[in-house]
Structure formats: C-alpha cells, structure tokens
C-alpha cells in the first residue's frame, strides 16, 4: 500500500519558516518525481516546487520561488519542503505528490497524493 504522509505543518507567524516533509512508502522511491503542491479552499491546487528522482533537476512556482527549498533523502524515503520569509497568503493545505513518466517522458503512468498538511501564516 502506498502511503505518502505529510508532517512538518503548524502555525507561524509572518516572515517565520518551516520545514514540511513526506514519508513515502510502498513505493520505489528513487524512481519517482515528487512536488509539492497547495490548496486554499475555493482556488485551484497550485504547484509550489518539483524535484526529479535524482534530485538534479527542481523547479519552483513563481508564488514560492525565492522562499522555498524543494529536496529528497533517498536514503530516508522522504522529501522536504523549506520554507522561509512566509507570508499570510502562504496559508494552505500542503500535499506532497508523488509521479513517475512514461519512458518517453510524455506522460504520467503512475501517481500519488498524500492527504496534505496545513499551513497558517498568521500574526
């Protein structure tokens, strides 16, 4: 069974940071690519960074890049978000995503979503 469990989540104050991570299991973990992704109730999930299953390749979205960190211990099973100078509009749940493509790169073949993790950014 395939769980992928977010932690790390809580209430900060503005200009604060944390650290989110997910633990993956059941999975083969160096063959996935893994994101971060958050949610505010009423808006689209949004990307917030991506690392490769090498962890060579990252890629942020523009509403973190700059604030976060995106890496993955292979070792441990388990990828981290950090997250520094935060902001009120950075609250959201957090979902870890976990996705494989195709050999040829143009597709997914297999992904999973951890039940995500909340984050308040509030004075």
């Known amino acids: 069974q395939v769980q992928l469990v977010e932690s790390g989540g809580g209430s900060v104050q503005p200009g604060g940071s944390l650290r989110l991570s997910c633990a993956a299991s059941?999975?083969?973990?160096?063959?996935?690519?893994f994101a971060w992704h958050r949610e505010v109730p009423g808006m689209e999930r949004e990307m917030v960074a991506v690392?490769?299953?090498?962890?060579?390749?990252?890629k942020y979205g523009d509403s973190m890049k700059g604030r976060s960190s995106i890496s993955r211990d292979n070792g441990r099973n388990t990828v981290y978000l950090q997250m520094s100078s935060l902001k009120p509009e950075d609250t959201a749940v957090y979902f870890c995503?976990?996705?494989?493509?195709?050999?040829?790169?143009?597709?997914?073949?297999?992904?999973?979503w951890g039940r995500g993790t909340q984050v308040t950014v509030s004075s």
């Open positions: 995503y976990a996705y494989r493509r195709s050999p040829s790169g143009l597709g997914i073949i297999t992904d999973y």
């Open positions: 059941g999975i083969t973990f160096s063959q996935y690519n």
């Open positions: 690392i490769s299953d090498d962890g060579e390749t990252t």
